[in-house]
T-cell receptor, first 114, second 113 residues
Framework: NAGVTQTPKFRVLKTGQSMTLLCAQDMNHEYMYWYRQDPGMGLRLIHYSVGEGTTAKGEVPDGYNVSRLKKQNFLLGLESAAPSQTSVYFC?????????????FGPGTRLTVT | AQTVTQSQPEMSVQEAETVTLSCTYDTSESNYYLFWYKQPPSRQMILVIRQEAYKQQNATENRFSVNFQKAAKSFSLKISDSQLGDTAMYFCAFNEGNTPLVFGKGTRLSVIA
């Protein structure tokens, strides 16, 4: 049982390049989330999904797109990377959306945009 | 809008001593959940403790306990017998109903030998 995994762990992009971050969970969770973590800002929600084929915007969705084609995978895309997107990205999943359900986090992806 | 405030950006404590991290939140709901997450230098987010708003009894997990003051919208974390392995960022988080977690900006705790 691997829990939540993220690919890649590190990446350096040039401004304007595109990339996709992959999140995978093997716990059969319905809900999945993408956060970004910046110094002094805590974790901020980018997008989330309440089930296969559904996505919703979070607090800071601009510049990102997501897809949830399979229940176990949640992809985060950057179409044209900008230096402001330099951050650590965390994926999380939970069994359901009720407050009582614990969110399980992946190990994070450190992205640098130059 | 939901907000979570951690007023202490950094704290330090001597090994074996007790430290309390503060957290306040804002909501108009009566039923919600509060969480403390730990993020050590490895960057992994680890759930430390959670509190259900409708429960008056404060949650405890071994050396970790909370002081939940619903009327004051306060949710502090007390770490007893601090250990070097407690050195980490600590995030207070909150959600209500089916909404995603909202995090505070974190408190960096250093345990000194």
């Amino acid at each position: 049982n691997a829990g939540v995994t993220q690919t890649p762990k590190f990446r350096v992009l040039k401004t304007g390049q595109s990339m996709t971050l992959l999140c995978a969970q093997d716990m059969n969770h319905e809900y999945m989330y993408w956060y970004r973590q910046d110094p002094g800002m805590g974790l901020r929600l980018i997008h989330y999904s309440v089930g296969e084929g559904t996505t919703a915007k979070g607090e800071v969705p601009d510049g990102y797109n997501v897809s949830r084609l399979k229940k176990q995978n949640f992809l985060l895309g950057l179409e044209s990377a900008a230096p402001s997107q330099t951050s650590v990205y965390f994926c999380a999943s939970s069994y359901g959306g009720r407050s009582s359900y614990e969110q399980y986090f992946g190990p994070g992806t450190r992205l640098t945009v130059t | 809008a939901q907000t979570v405030t951690q007023s202490q950006p950094e704290m330090s404590v001597q090994e074996a001593e007790t430290v309390t991290l503060s957290c306040t939140y804002d909501t108009s709901e009566s039923n919600y959940y509060l969480f403390w997450y730990k993020q050590p230098p490895s960057r992994q987010m680890i759930l430390v403790i959670r509190q259900e708003a409708y429960k008056q009894q404060n949650a405890t997990e071994n050396r970790f306990s909370v002081n939940f003051q619903k009327a004051a919208k306060s949710f502090s974390l007390k770490i007893s017998d601090s250990q070097l392995g407690d050195t980490a960022m600590y995030f207070c988080a909150f959600n209500e109903g089916n909404t995603p977690l909202v995090f505070g900006k974190g408190t960096r705790l250093s345990v000194i030998a």
